[in-house]
């Protein structure tokens, strides 16, 4: 069973930076797709960003894209989101997720995805 801890959530000012990361508990992610979700109190979850297995190919929000970064490190067995020019309806839990698969393109789809973290609350506020 793979288990994912992320980290890194907080609270900071509107045009501030944060990076989450997000570690998995196996040998290697090579072969996961991983994406990065959030969810604000009395709305849907919503896909964030996600990255492939294999080709490593980025996928992104609207709403983050210019703003956000997905990046992962299989050796570290992490996968991180740098968030930088934080707005205030960023504020949400953050979580991450991984499916399984050689090669597999990644999709912002919670539906998607067999492995949740347990999430990480950002709040961008003055």
């Known amino acids: 069973q793979l288990r994912l801890v992320e980290s890194g959530g907080g609270l900071v000012q509107p045009g501030g930076s944060l990076r989450l990361s997000c570690a998995a508990s196996?040998?290697?992610?090579?072969?996961?797709?991983l994406g990065w979700f959030r969810q604000a109190p009395g709305k849907d979850r919503e896909g964030v960003s996600c990255?492939?297995?294999?080709?490593?190919?980025?996928v992104y929000a609207n709403s983050v894209k210019g703003r956000f970064t997905i990046s992962r490190d299989n050796a570290k067995n992490t996968v991180y989101l740098q968030m930088n020019g934080l707005k205030p309806e960023d504020t949400a839990e953050y979580y991450c997720?991984?499916?399984?698969?050689?090669?597999?393109?990644?999709?912002?789809?919670?539906?998607?995805?067999?492995?949740w973290g347990q999430g990480t609350q950002v709040t961008v506020s003055s």
């Open positions: 196996v040998f290697t992610l090579d072969n996961y797709a």
């Open positions: 997720a991984a499916v399984g698969g050689q090669f597999r393109l990644c999709m912002l789809l919670p539906s998607e995805y067999d492995y």
């Open positions: 990255i492939s297995s294999g080709d490593g190919n980025t």
